[in-house]
């Protein structure tokens, strides 16, 4: 499988600042990246596709221009929860694919969120 | 109806039992299955994919999928404490996105 980083694996802010998630390809260059979110005892939800070169590809439901996707190289995708409140706790976890075309897919390790 | 469902448990099994975990789906298009493990806290962790019909095994876990009837199913052999877990079905529908289940959760008992 793919091994996938993510920094930081906890983060507490306060509300209305922004923060940064890195997630990063360690052994393969990855075109495409994903971005879920999941809250405490639910299920992974997709928020985008973060493409390399071009802009990120969001869910129905997840806003743009809060949740800002840069994937400016073929092993890091960068997301930045901006003004986050307290509604944008959650585990934000990325995801690499080998294929590419979001089949078989490798998950980070996470960054669990606190927004105070 | 949910995409992807699965019975949320506790499925409690005695340690070395066989566990059955299932998973249902409403995309007949669907064209390949993985399950995860979840461990509390942690992202999830790939165990299997299965793409064809029929049985799939891999060490102590064998997959099957039934297209017809829209199931999946994850059998685990020799069931450890270890294993302990949630265990997540996603599916790839017709637009190539993984979409999850929510998880069933597995206790392995002494």
């Known amino acids: 499988g793919a091994v996938v980083s993510q920094h930081p694996s906890r983060v507490i802010c306060k509300s209305g600042t922004s923060v940064k998630i890195e997630c990063r390809s360690l052994?393969?260059?990855?075109?495409?990246m994903f971005w879920y979110r999941q809250f405490p005892k639910k299920s992974l939800m997709l928020m985008a596709t973060?493409?390399?070169?071009?802009?990120?590809?969001?869910e129905q439901g997840v806003e743009k221009d809060k949740f800002l996707i840069n994937h400016a190289s073929l092993t890091l995708s960068t997301l930045t929860v901006t003004s986050a409140h307290p509604e944008d706790s959650s585990f934000y976890i990325c995801?690499?694919?080998?294929?590419?075309?979001?089949?078989?897919?490798?998950f980070g390790p996470g960054t669990r969120l606190l927004v105070l | 109806q949910k995409e992807v469902e699965q019975n949320s448990g506790p499925l409690s099994v005695p340690e070395g039992a066989i566990a059955s975990l299932n998973c249902t789906y409403s995309?007949?298009?669907?064209?390949?299955f993985f399950w995860y493990r979840q461990y509390s806290g942690k992202s999830p962790e790939l165990i299997m994919f299965?793409?064809?019909?029929g049985d799939k095994e891999d060490g102590r876990f064998t997959a099957q999928l039934n297209k017809a009837s829209q199931y999946v199913s994850l059998l685990i052999r020799d069931s450890q404490p270890s294993d302990s877990a949630t265990y997540l079905c996603?599916?790839?529908?017709?637009?190539?996105?993984?979409?999850f289940g929510t998880g069933t959760r597995l206790q392995v008992t002494l």
């Open positions: 995801s690499v694919s080998p294929s590419g075309g979001g089949e078989t897919q490798y």
């Open positions: 052994d393969f260059q990855a075109t495409t």
């Open positions: 973060s493409n390399e070169g071009s802009k990120a590809t969001y």
């Open positions: 995309d007949r298009g669907s064209q390949s």
């Open positions: 299965i793409y064809s019909n």
């Open positions: 996603a599916v790839t529908g017709t637009a190539s996105k993984l979409t």
